[in-house]
């Protein structure tokens, strides 16, 4: 058995079966791509800046030779209530469990003789395009990855090693903005609520789901949450590549209790000894507890209830109290 099926077997035991390898080599083909988005003020402070870091993965092992990439499937076979967040916000934080499964399988490439490291989200490699060329799934309109089996309900983690393995080139770059899987179908663009997705552009910085996240918030912005506390499915939700598809079996990402019912109240009033012992844990918690709970107070405001009686020292979180008040059209 060559050292790719090994490897393969060992995440299938450990209930992973949506894997890919790849070169590991420098993106020089995105570079341009990068530098426009620059050029067009298209980029947020959640990327990286420095266009090498995101192009060269090389940096991160130089003696890298072989990038795994693995989709986490996260949709768990559940009724999940519309409380404003996000369905992959709703079990344990993502990045911790992705690691401990990545690092799990780094244990068994040294075993092997290799090195390898893991990576999860925070790192600043181009993660959705080394799965789209190591074949995991293609990119939608919706510019996420869809899998065949779990749809595009799946995070993305990828190892590095610097053991020669038996790679296949599925894709080419060339044939990403052709959409062959989508077709004619637009209905994610109709579905985008701030249109960050449509035929001529695509837009991170007016996602819903990025000003969920953005520390300032203007007023029109505001408006576009509509309820939402973090993230937004839009986009997802009437895909039809979304739908009869296989759910999760990875236990952390089933619904926490109190992420899978209304909690905006206890938000807009929790604690930071309560928050750190739930909100913390899970995918939205690294945004810290102010803009969740401005994010909440929105939502509350936005259903016709109260904010008044709301008590903060926070001057942040004051100065959104007021704006809303001030400004019912928010």
């Known amino acids: 058995m060559n050292l790719k099926e090994q490897i393969k077997m060992y995440c299938n035991e450990l209930?992973?079966?949506?894997?890919?390898?790849?070169?590991?080599r420098k993106f020089n083909e995105l570079k341009d791509m990068f530098e426009n988005k620059k050029t067009l003020g298209l980029q947020n402070e959640f990327e990286e800046d420095n266009i090498e870091k995101r192009i060269n993965p090389n940096i991160y092992m130089e003696k890298g030779k072989t990038i795994i990439s693995i989709a986490f499937p996260?949709?768990?076979?559940?009724?999940?209530?519309d409380n404003g967040f996000s369905v992959y916000t709703r079990g344990v934080d993502y990045h911790k469990v992705v690691k401990g499964?990545?690092?799990k399988i780094c244990e068994f490439i040294k075993s092997l003789g290799g090195e390898a490291i893991a990576l999860v989200d925070s790192n600043t490699l181009p993660e959705r395009y080394i799965a789209y060329l190591a074949g995991i799934g293609f990119i939608g309109k919706n510019n996420m990855i869809i899998t065949k089996k779990y749809g595009s309900f799946v995070?993305?983690?990828?190892?590095i090693t610097d053991l020669e393995i038996e790679c296949n080139d599925l894709r080419k770059i060339e044939e990403i903005n052709n959409f062959k899987e989508c077709g004619d179908c637009e209905i994610c663009y109709k579905e985008c609520?701030?249109?960050?997705?449509?035929?001529?552009?695509k837009n991170s910085n007016i996602c819903v789901s990025y000003f969920t996240q953005?520390?300032?918030?203007?007023d029109k912005y505001i408006k576009l949450l509509k309820g939402r506390v973090f993230g937004c499915d839009s986009c997802q939700n009437k895909c039809p590549y979304n739908e009869n598809i296989n759910f999760s079996n990875i236990e952390e990402f089933y619904p926490l209790k109190f992420m899978n019912e209304e909690n905006s109240k206890v938000l807009a009033n929790i604690g930071n000894k309560e928050f750190k012992e739930t909100f913390l844990t899970t995918s939205c918690g690294w945004r810290g507890k102010n803009v969740l709970k401005r994010n909440a107070l929105i939502r509350i405001h936005g259903s016709g209830d109260d904010i008044l009686s709301f008590k903060t020292d926070s001057p942040y979180l004051k100065e959104y109290v007021n704006r809303l008040i001030d400004n019912n059209k928010i």
């Open 214 to 218: 953005k520390k300032d918030l203007e």
């Open 74 to 81: 996260y949709l768990h076979n559940v009724k999940y209530i």
């Open 101 to 103: 499964y990545l690092e």
């Open 193 to 201: 609520p701030s249109k960050a997705i449509n035929k001529n552009r």
């Open 155 to 159: 995070f993305l983690g990828e190892i």
């Open 15 to 24: 209930g992973l079966d949506t894997i890919g390898f790849i070169k590991c």
